[in-house]
């Protein structure tokens, strides 16, 4: 039973470029959500799902693009990467009745 | 912006020793939750406290909840070396969606 994995797990990359992270859940749940961890700042949702095609925008969705095709996936889309970007991000996802969530391993992010 | 302050940021005791961790929101709340995280790790669901409910108990975890102050402290007794981690209150409004406070980084000492 893997749960809910990201892909990668680390990533480097350069200013401007276009980086798209992964998130992947197996347990049919209906909400999924992408959120950044800062120094400071606890955790900050940048985007969340509630369904396959239904998105919404975080506290601060500037700078990054979702889609969910499929309820099982959540890709994480930075169209042009900035070095505030870097940070650790985390998906996670929680059935439609229930407010416990359950939280992937992490990205650690480094925009250069 | 954060609902949720924990307070303290930090807190380092012996193994054994029980620690307190509180937490405030701004805002009325259908009820709030505890996740703790690891290092390096995503964060685990520890418990969930409703708006209606004073206190909640899971194993060694304490939580007490009072709406009339906007604040909660979770508690854990007799700590050990494996309670190690940092522990975040979230509330959780509409569409699940959590907001997490910053914090409180707990050492635990063998």
């Known amino acids: 039973d893997a749960g809910i994995t990201q892909s990668p797990r680390y990533k480097i990359t350069e200013t401007g470029r276009q980086v798209t992270l992964m998130c992947h859940q197996t347990w049919s749940h209906s909400y999924m959500f992408w959120y950044r961890q800062d120094l400071g700042h606890g955790l900050r949702l940048i985007y969340y799902s509630a369904a396959a095609d239904i998105t919404d925008k975080g506290e601060v969705p500037d700078g990054y693009v979702v889609s969910r095709s499929k309820t099982e996936n959540f890709p994480l889309t930075l169209e042009s990467a900035t070095r505030s970007q870097t940070s650790v991000y985390f998906c996670a996802s929680s059935k439609l009745l229930e407010n416990e969530q359950f939280f992937g391993p992490g990205t650690r992010l480094t925009v250069l | 912006s954060q609902q949720g302050e924990e307070d303290p940021q930090a807190l380092s005791i012996q193994e054994g020793e029980n620690a307190t961790m509180n937490c405030s929101y701004k805002t009325s709340i259908n009820n709030l939750q505890w996740y703790r995280q690891n290092s390096g790790r995503g964060l685990v669901h520890l418990i969930l406290?409703?708006?209606?409910?004073r206190e909640k108990h899971s194993g060694r975890l304490r939580v007490t909840l009072d709406t009339s102050k906007k604040s909660s402290s979770l508690l854990i007794t007799a700590s050990r070396a494996a309670d190690t981690a940092s522990y975040f209150c979230a509330t959780t409004g509409g569409y699940n969606k959590l907001i997490f406070g910053a914090g409180t980084r707990l050492a635990v000492h063998p």
């Open positions: 406290i409703r708006s209606n409910e």
